[in-house]
């Protein structure tokens, strides 16, 4: 009776441990839409916007990622067996893409403008770059 009742004690105690578990792994993402009006929230949070301030930069920066998104994914460079007219055809279309992205920061810049002082919006691109330095971080160390 008593191998019985821990038999069963250990099989609960197992499933309670596995339940917990799972639940830990299946950590939901943010979508991107979701990330970036998180950090946008948090740029206007650490610089102590007020609230209509904030709900136009909100605005206003997650639009700019979606534009950013519209451009896709920075154009590859595969080093490997390319021609010299591929690497340059390569690079050109980095210029390119390099350009579109320089272009949508400087509207981006004069709608800022708008609303927030130049300091201000040096302090946006401080504490966007050391976000994205730190979900660099992030992902790296997740990969390994």
């Known amino acids: 009776m008593k191998n019985i009742i821990r038999l069963l004690l250990l099989a609960v ?6 339940g917990t578990v799972s639940a830990q792994s299946n950590k939901q993402r943010l979508t991107r839409e ?8 948090h740029i206007a949070k650490e610089m102590a916007m007020d609230k209509a301030t904030s709900q136009r930069f909100i605005k206003t920066f997650c ?18 067996q390319m021609t010299d007219e591929e690497t340059g055809q390569a690079l050109k ?13 400087q509207k981006y810049y004069a709608i800022y ?5 130049q300091k201000q919006i040096q302090r ?21």
């Open 93 to 105: 279309a980095r210029f390119a893409h390099s350009r579109k992205i320089l272009d949508l920061r």
């Open 63 to 80: 639009q700019f990622q979606r534009d950013i998104w519209a451009l896709g994914p920075r154009p590859k460079q595969s080093h490997s």
């Open 34 to 41: 979701q990330l970036a009006e998180v950090q946008a929230k």
């Open 13 to 18: 105690a197992l499933t309670a441990f596995s």
């Open 113 to 117: 403008s708008e609303f927030l002082t």
């Open 124 to 144: 946006v691109y401080e504490l966007e770059r050391q976000m994205m330095e730190h979900l660099s971080k992030r992902n790296r160390r997740a990969n390994r």
